[in-house]
Every structure is written in C-alpha cells, then in structure tokens.
C-alpha cells in the first residue's frame, strides 16, 4: 500500500487499527471507520456508540493501545441500569476451530468483561469499527 517502509513487507513486525483500517480499505473489504479514545477512562463515554454501532448490524470492533498492548476485538456491549456495562471481548490470537462456544469461553478466548476493568484507564486505545454498508 506504500505506507510502510520496503522493508516491512514479508516481516512479522505488527500493524494498529489504523493500518487494519487503511487494509480494508485498499482491499476493499468491509468499511471501517476509526474512532481515537485519548484514555482508556473515557472509553465510558463511547459505550453508547459502540452499542449502537453493534445494535445497527456493525461488525467486530478491533482495539488497539500503548499501554495496554493486548490487542482484542469486541463483539457486543450490554449497557447496564446506571453505570454498569460489559463488552464482549474476544482475543484475536484465536485460532482453530472450537467444538462448542462453551470451549472458547472455559479457554478464555471469548468472555463478558466489565467495562471499567477491560481497559487500561492510562492507555489510549485506537478502534476500528467494522461495517459491511457504507456510514
């Protein structure tokens, strides 16, 4: 794509969202639109747009940070009375193909986290949100 410098190409260096975005992109895969949270704090305020995001039929969230080098996807959010709310994370490093859901759950693959703990509040954190219609 000519982002990256010759070198990358056949690497094992990583990409971010924002090179997952520019791939879908280029290769005409499903659109996604990014958003930048600053801190992993004010993701709370991003909870109503990723749940409208996946309530609207978007695809998968792919999430990247600083601090917090874990990268993981969500697939869902379920806002709670109050404050509360979780995400469905799943850990992207998944691979193989599972019996059962009950698998991926008990393996920690796929689980319900709360909101508050699933990020890091000091990181800054990149999403990519998927979806198969144009915005």
Not at 11 to 16: F, K, L, P, T, V
Request: proline share 9%.
């Amino acid at each position: 794509m000519g982002d990256k410098p010759p070198g990358f190409r056949g690497s094992r260096d990583w990409i971010g969202c924002v090179e997952a975005c520019l791939c879908l992109d280029y290769f005409g895969g499903p659109r996604g639109r990014l958003c930048h949270v600053p801190r992993g704090a004010g993701l709370r305020d991003q909870l109503e747009t990723l749940h409208g995001h996946f309530a609207g039929g978007g695809g998968p969230v792919m999430v990247g940070g600083d601090a917090d080098a874990r990268s993981k996807a969500l697939l869902g959010v379920c806002l709670g009375p109050g404050p509360q709310a979780s995400v469905l994370v799943l850990d992207p490093h998944c691979w193989g193909t599972p019996s059962s859901p009950r698998e991926l759950q008990t393996a920690g693959w796929v689980g319900w986290q709360e909101a508050g703990t699933a990020f890091d509040p000091t990181s800054f954190y990149n999403l990519c949100l998927t979806s198969a219609v144009p915005d």
